[in-house]
Nanobody, 126 residues
Framework: QVQLVESGGGLVQAGGSLRLSCAAS??????????MGWFRQAPGNQREFVAA????????NYADSVKGRFTISRDNGKNTVYLQMNSLEFADTAIYYC?????????????????WGQGTQVTVSS
């Protein structure tokens, strides 16, 4: 069982930066290989992949729309995953969700992630 809690969302001006955090806990979290992912969903849109990182060795995968602007990282000692978002645009406005998947596939498919946080709102203003 894995529990995920996001934080760090808020209102930011276009061109600004924001860092999201995802605190992970659970009895089996540190026992198995795992991929941590960030997804986002704007009103009227599907929930889409943003970035992923393998917990053990730090391999990463990014959506084309955020490559070069967003950075995913993890602090194993704190059981926390981060999403550093720079050069934010209005199109980045969405609810951002942290998710966990078994294995190290760096999957972009939301159905491959059985564990999800509650989401945190990111709003980018002009």
């Amino acid at each position: 069982q894995v529990q995920l809690v996001e934080s760090g969302g808020g209102l930011v001006q276009a061109g600004g930066s924001l860092r999201l955090s995802c605190a992970a806990s659970g009895r089996t979290f540190s026992t198995y290989a795992i991929t941590m992912g960030w997804f986002r969903q704007a009103p009227g849109n599907q929930r889409e992949f943003v970035a992923a990182v393998t917990w053990s060795d730090g391999r990463t995968n990014y959506a084309d729309s955020v490559k070069g602007r967003f950075t995913i990282s993890r602090d194993n000692g704190k059981n926390t995953v981060y999403l550093q978002m720079n050069s934010l645009e209005f199109a980045d406005t969405a609810i951002y969700y942290c998710a966990a998947s078994s294995g190290g596939s760096l999957s972009t498919r939301k159905n491959d992630y059985p564990y999800w946080g509650q989401g945190t709102q990111v709003t980018v203003s002009s």
